[in-house]
């Protein structure tokens, strides 16, 4: 550790060639953005969408996943388009 840097909240590990010292400053940052990121996300307020367990064919399940990101969405469309 170089003079005049604070002391580390999370010091690195010794074995690790790839870990760094985290400083208590660096820490709180990303505490506050990790914070800010999930009040951003998940189901807007008075969504009628309810959380489920499924179990698809994996083939299925492949062939949404490949178009990208929504996958979750076209299934539910699809789904509907069906009943």
Same mark, same amino acid.
């Given at each position: ?31 506050? !953005?990790?914070?800010?990121?999930? +009040?951003? @996300? =998940?189901?807007?307020?008075? #969504? ?6 499924? *179990?698809?064919?994996? !083939?299925?399940?492949?062939?949404? +996943?490949? @178009? =990208?990101?929504?996958?979750? #969405? ?6 509907? *388009?069906?009943?």
């Amino acid at each position: 550790m170089v003079k005049n840097e604070p002391m580390p909240a999370i010091p690195a590990d010794p074995n690790d060639p790839d870990d760094f010292d985290v400083t208590g400053e660096a820490l709180q940052i990303a505490l506050r !953005e990790r914070e800010e990121r999930r +009040r951003k @996300g =998940g189901r807007p307020r008075g #969504s009628s969408k309810e959380q489920v367990t499924l *179990r698809l064919d994996a !083939e299925i399940l492949a062939k949404f +996943r490949a @178009g =990208g990101p929504g996958w979750q #969405s076209r299934i539910n469309e699809a789904l509907r *388009r069906s009943v």
